[in-house]
């Protein structure tokens, strides 16, 4: 049980857009920046976006990041097949254990 | 460049121990927080330890009392010493930088910029 809780799956056609939801609480994404990851099959994690919403170079402006509260929301335009992978979220834990948390993970299929 | 490379997985009876080690090059670890992430198979991240810049640790409880995180300056190298080793330790262990000083603005950033390609650790009889 993770202590993000993310869909474990969304899918979408080419071309079409698609939201990923990351929900949490006071103590995790509630106070601190949240990051995404893209995991492509047999590869190590990639950094999408980082502090909410901003995007590291090379990262094209087809992701988007928000955070509201204590949920975020990783947006995904133009899908291309390329785009099929497993999506986290990620933040800090400020609580009476502190430390990293991750969601659970989301399957994108680009249909 | 920045990379980072892990090693020293392997297949390990349960109750043994092992020490991971990613060394890095294009920065230096003593100036950022360092982190070990796991993967199970077919499951999701893990977050198993951080070392920030100043030397302060934190662990996931899944570990905490078992697992030791660590530096060697000198070698530019981060290591994760598992003892007590069970068969739910088995994953795909990653280690990844979280930047501290960018531009000479310093602060807590809490995302993963660079992360290795990973160590398989199998954990059984």
């Known amino acids: 049980q993770s202590v993000l809780t993310q869909p474990p799956s969304v899918s979408a056609a080419p071309g079409q857009k698609v939201t990923i939801s990351c929900s949490g609480s006071s103590s995790n994404i509630g106070n601190n920046y949240v990051s995404w990851y893209q995991q492509l099959p047999g590869t190590a994690p990639k950094l999408l976006i980082y502090?909410?919403?901003k995007r590291p170079s090379g990262i094209p402006d087809r992701f988007s990041g928000s955070r509201s509260g204590t949920s975020a929301t990783l947006g995904i335009t133009g899908l291309q097949t390329g785009d099929e992978a497993d999506y986290y979220c990620?933040?800090?834990?400020?609580?009476?254990?502190?430390?990293?948390?991750f969601g659970g993970g989301t399957k994108l299929t680009v249909l | 460049e920045v990379q980072l490379v892990e090693s020293g997985g392997g297949l390990i009876q349960p109750g043994g121990s092992l020490r991971l080690s990613c060394a890095a090059s294009g920065f230096t670890v003593s100036s950022d927080y360092m982190t070990w992430v796991r993967q199970a198979p077919g499951k999701g991240l893990e977050w198993v330890s951080v070392i920030y810049s100043g030397g302060s640790t934190y662990y996931a409880d899944s570990v905490k009392g078992r697992f030791t995180i660590s530096r060697d300056n000198s070698k530019n190298t981060l290591y994760l010493q598992m003892n007590s080793l069970r068969a739910e330790d088995t994953a795909v262990y990653y280690c990844?930088?979280?930047?501290?000083?960018?531009?000479?603005?310093?602060?807590?950033?809490?995302?993963?910029?660079?992360w290795g390609q990973g160590t398989l650790v199998t954990v059984s009889s």
């Open positions: 990844a930088r979280s930047p501290y000083c960018i531009n000479g603005v310093c602060y807590f950033r809490w995302y993963f910029d660079y």
């Open positions: 502090e909410d919403n």
């Open positions: 990620g933040t800090w834990d400020s609580g009476l254990s502190p430390g990293g948390v």
